[in-house]
């Protein structure tokens, strides 16, 4: 209660600016904490990992040494029946720790003591590195209650934590659809809609709810793809970097470690996983597409577990595992053996390619042979690495556009009208653009993925299915720090370019880009007039605020190609040659049954629960859908209409009776088949007076 009340003292002391009192006792109160509580931490969020340090280079977790750590963490939150393993760490020389023995536990469940614990944990794994002891208890699942997990290693201090269980509502949808532009903050969309005119809507703008998404990783602010693809993906935070599995010790991180296959991590089940053992492999179905590698860190989300996003040979294993119905980008050096060694990879060279192949899927590697393929499942890995920018593929004859990936996914999904799906879909070079400060290339991609969403939701009304998919719309973070602030008259000399060349306030007027009705510009290097807008955070480079395709893709990162820039010269606002992530919350926009669990704020693993509500089925507390809504409203609306009618033909029947009192009603007596035209008329007015109240409370 003393350790509470301090926590509060301070948070409050932080939040109204007293700056030096909050510093002084936040210090004192996690000095405490560190010999009292090591495994919570509130100053800093639920999620956060238990006495992490902080690590000695980037992007790399290190494991606490003054504590005990358990995951899940802290108040992580499950959906009953999802499988997670349950991880011990033990420090080695933690003072009082036992760590060549297991940690004694207790579990409680929903109050009550489980004796032994959970069934999964009857048995252990003990994973020992150069400074801890990992003990894992595999496949575990929770009920419909939470539970209090204990750990007590030696007579070090007891390390608790609470796992929750999230009540799903069900939505009954028959499908779910996953959109993510990677990297793309709302100013990318702006700078879209600017492009097609406010006169136009961009599909977003048709969802029904809309709904503001915070990005933090386990142990950090700032996410990369990877962990906030696997938050969304599975519920769950993990580290940056990793994908579907808690932290350990190895010494992995963002490096290669050829030794280290980080299969051994402790996992948390992924929603694809869920869906196709619990729904059926024969009836459920995964389509993976993207325009980078589909072994890269956003796509890999979907089925990964590993520690260290750069081991693609592992991941595209892991993908093959999943047996995915569809599977379309780039990454094929990750599925034919090149990268074998390189990623640490256990026995002879496999050609994962050439198993598909064997196992029946159209194996295609073109833009022509996808448009031919025709089986029950399709495999297209069209580039090396990662697919082009659309400004400079828009005409090639091997690689597709984002639009015909999709297409060409939703028709071998639903060849047999009996199968439920997931289909995941991401626009790459949005991110992978804003990271090279290319506004050009970045807004390309995002009105491909504009185009993309109107396409598919056209298809899904073609196809009668529209009513039973839900569709989330989102980013993993945002790039750059991108943000609009005026046009630009580009024929300014390039040393008057920002002070005399930018137009703002009420100078902006629209540029000379425009996209078609097939979101397509077509003037992007003729335009005089276009788009004041460059990252918040770069490195030293040249803004012209043109096109740059004369330029290679990725320009920012050759010394040679940057050197060929023109423009006004911009200083470095940060270390390093690329634009860099940042802590800017997103959007998230739903449509289809179970739109409304988006809505208001919410932290990014709010995604994975609000799919598997959505593919949960209905059950009393299940809201009505706007579409149900609507037509009750219609229902009670033509019954007013009748209504009217009949109330009307009772005034006629009385004035033609030459009723004595003016305004009265005739009134009949009942016969054996109930009331007169007259009372049926007033009491169905009540009614539906009702009716149409209780459906607009609704």
């Known amino acids: 209660l003393k350790l509470q009340f301090l926590y509060l003292i301070a948070d409050t002391y932080r939040h109204t600016g007293r700056t030096m009192g909050a510093q002084k006792l936040a210090a004192l109160v996690l000095a405490v904490a560190a010999g009292t509580c090591a495994e919570r931490d509130p100053l800093r969020g639920h999620w956060k990992a238990t006495a992490t340090t902080r690590g000695t280079t980037a992007n790399k977790w290190t494991p606490a040494m003054n504590a005990v750590t358990v995951y899940p963490y802290h108040k992580a939150r499950f959906v009953e029946g999802v499988k997670f393993d349950v991880s011990i760490l033990v420090p080695k020389t933690l003072a009082g720790a036992a760590p060549t023995t297991r940690p004694s536990f207790e579990v409680t469940e929903g109050g009550v003591a489980l004796a032994g614990g959970m069934a999964c944990m009857k048995t252990w794994e003990s994973v020992e590195s150069a400074t801890h002891v990992n003990y894992i208890a595999r496949n575990c699942v929770l009920g419909a209650k939470d539970v209090v997990f204990k750990a007590t290693s030696g007579s070090a201090r007891t390390v608790e934590v609470e796992w929750k269980v999230v009540p799903l509502y069900g939505a009954g949808a028959k499908n779910v659809v996953l959109v993510v532009g ?19 809507k961009l599909p977003l703008d048709t969802f029904a709810t809309t709904g503001v998404v915070s990005v933090p990783s386990l142990e950090s602010i700032i996410t990369d793809s990877a962990s906030s693809s696997s938050q969304m993906n599975t519920g769950h935070k993990t580290t940056v970097g990793g994908s579907g599995v808690w932290p350990d010790a190895t010494a992995d991180g963002f490096e290669v470690d050829d030794d280290d296959r980080d299969l051994d991590n402790a996992r948390f089940e992924t929603a694809s996983e869920y869906w196709k053992r619990t729904i059926g492999e024969e009836t459920f179905k995964v389509g993976v597409v993207s325009t980078a590698s589909v072994v890269d860190a956003t796509p890999a989300g979907v089925w990964g577990h590993c520690q260290n996003r750069r081991k693609g040979t592992q991941l595209a294993e892991q993908a093959m595992a999943l047996k995915p119905t569809v599977l379309l980008g780039g990454g094929k050096r990750n599925f034919n053996g090149d990268r074998w060694e390189r990623d640490g990879m256990d026995g002879e060279k496999q050609d994962f390619l050439a198993q598909a192949a064997a196992d029946g899927y159209d194996v295609v590697n073109s833009r022509a042979e996808l448009a031919a393929a025709k089986g029950e499942k399709v495999v297209g890995l069209f580039t090396e690495n990662h697919l082009d920018p659309l400004a400079d593929r828009h005409d090639s004859e091997d690689q597709p556009s984002l639009e015909e990936m999709v297409m060409k996914a939703v028709d071998t999904l639903t060849r047999d009208p009996k199968d439920r799906f997931y289909l995941h879909i991401e ?18 991609d995002t009105l491909e993925l504009m185009s993309t969403i109107e396409q598919m939701q056209k298809k899904f009304e073609d196809m009668g299915i529209a009513d039973e998919t839900l569709i989330v719309v989102t980013s993993d973070h945002t790039t750059g720090g991108f943000d609009i602030y005026g046009t630009v008259d580009t024929s300014v000399p390039d040393d008057k370019l920002t002070s005399e060349g930018i137009l703002t306030y009420g100078l902006a007027e629209f540029p000379d880009w425009v996209a078609g009705d097939d979101y397509r510009v077509r003037n992007w290097e003729s335009a005089r007039y276009t788009l004041a807008g460059i990252n918040g955070n770069h490195p030293a480079y040249k803004e012209d605020f043109k096109a740059k395709r004369h330029l290679k893709i990725n320009w920012l990162y050759d010394a040679e190609e940057r050197a060929k820039a023109t423009g006004a010269q911009l200083e470095s606002v940060l270390p390093g040659s690329s634009a860099v992530h940042t802590a800017s919350d997103i959007l998230v926009y739903a449509h289809g049954p179970g739109h409304e669990w988006f809505v208001g704020h919410q932290d990014q693993t709010n995604i994975f629960f609000g799919m598997m509500n959505a593919m949960a089925a209905k059950t009393a507390a299940t809201p009505a859908t706007v579409a149900e809504v609507q037509k009750a409203r219609d229902a009670a ?62």
Do not use: F, N, P, W
């Open 182 to 200: 990677d990297g793309m903050a709302v100013s990318m969309v702006t700078g879209a809609r600017i492009l097609r005119g406010y006169d136009k």
């Open 427 to 444: 626009a790459a070079s949005i991110d992978k653009q804003a990271h090279a400060c290319d506004t050009v290339r970045m807004l390309a």
């Open 637 to 698: 609306l033509a019954e007013v209409e009748t209504l009217k009618k009949a109330v009307a033909a009772a005034a006629a029947e009385k004035e033609k009776a030459g009723a004595a009192e003016a305004g009265k009603v005739a009134v009949v007596k009942c016969d054996q088949d109930g009331l007169s035209g007259g009372e049926k008329a007033m009491v169905g007015l009540g009614v539906t007076t009702l009716v149409l109240v209780l459906v607009l409370v609704g």
